[in-house]
């Protein structure tokens, strides 16, 4: 079975992630017009589909744990998911709040689910400038690593957002705080171990 997941995965090229991103995107948007609220509806399933997409991206290194190597697609659903994240704020920005600039600035500093928020997204633009082989040689692997380490409560972070927008905590909101958590611990405990002495 893991065998041929591998197998698989790797006759998939990396950049159909990218197409299939775009399209799902496009569709998000389209599919929100017909909708009473188009900006309100869009500015959710933004959200939450670019929430999804990060905790996919963060299961793919437990998985290697277990054999399914699916490392090349990473990069890809990380920008993607940066992607979704970005337009989930422009819409905000533009769709609900019109470039009320005053506006924004108070429910930046006065709504705490918006200030976790923009302090998710904030986390989330350095790892999608250093997504790319460049700054990997620039940086150098080990310190590209530990900036990477910020997918982990960027990614929490966005849950929490999640859990705070709703009036009343939802199953799906649980799942998704429940779910950025335990890889999070679970990454912890990986690294812990591989630091403990042996013998």
Same mark, same amino acid.
């Given at each position: 079975? @893991?065998?041929? @997941?591998?197998?698989?995965?790797?006759? @998939?090229?990396?950049?159909? /992630?990218?197409?299939?991103?775009?399209?799902?995107?496009?569709?998000?948007?389209?599919?929100?017009?017909?909708?009473?609220?188009?900006?309100?509806?869009?500015?959710?399933?933004?959200?939450?589909?670019?929430?999804?997409?990060? /905790?996919?991206?963060?299961?793919?290194?437990?998985?290697?744990?277990?054999? /399914?190597?699916?490392?090349?697609?990473?990069?890809?659903?990380?920008?993607?998911?940066?992607?979704? /994240?970005?337009?989930?704020?422009?819409?905000?920005?533009?769709?609900?709040?019109?470039?009320?600039?005053?506006?924004?600035?108070?429910?930046?500093?006065?709504?705490?689910? @918006?200030?976790?928020?923009?302090?998710?997204?904030?986390?989330?633009?350095?790892?999608?400038?250093?997504?790319?082989?460049?700054?990997?040689?620039?940086?150098?692997?080990?310190?590209?690593?530990?900036?990477?380490?910020?997918?982990?409560?960027?990614?929490?972070?966005?849950?929490?957002?999640?859990?705070?927008?709703?009036?009343?905590?939802?199953?799906?909101?649980?799942?998704?705080?429940?779910?950025?958590?335990?890889?999070?611990?679970?990454?912890?405990?990986?690294?812990?171990?591989?630091?403990?002495?042996?013998?």
């Amino acid at each position: 079975m @893991i065998n041929s @997941i591998n197998q698989a995965a790797r006759r @998939i090229p990396a950049y159909t /992630i990218y197409i299939a991103g775009i399209a799902l995107a496009a569709w998000v948007i389209f599919s929100s017009l017909s909708t009473p609220d188009p900006a309100k509806v869009l500015e959710r399933v933004l959200g939450i589909r670019g929430l999804q997409i990060l /905790i996919v991206t963060l299961c793919i290194t437990p998985l290697r744990w277990y054999g /399914i190597n699916l490392l090349k697609f990473r990069r890809a659903l990380g920008l993607m998911g940066f992607m979704f /994240i970005a337009l989930h704020l422009m819409t905000w920005v533009v769709l609900d709040l019109a470039l009320r600039w005053s506006e924004i600035l108070t429910e930046l500093t006065k709504r705490p689910f @918006i200030i976790v928020g923009m302090l998710a997204f904030v986390a989330l633009i350095p790892l999608a400038v250093t997504s790319n082989n460049a700054m990997i040689k620039r940086l150098g692997a080990l310190q590209w690593k530990r900036l990477h380490w910020l997918a982990y409560p960027a990614t929490l972070a966005g849950a929490v957002h999640f859990v705070m927008i709703g009036k009343v905590y939802t199953l799906e909101s649980a799942l998704y705080f429940a779910a950025v958590a335990a890889l999070l611990i679970a990454r912890r405990l990986k690294s812990r171990k591989k630091l403990a002495p042996t013998g």
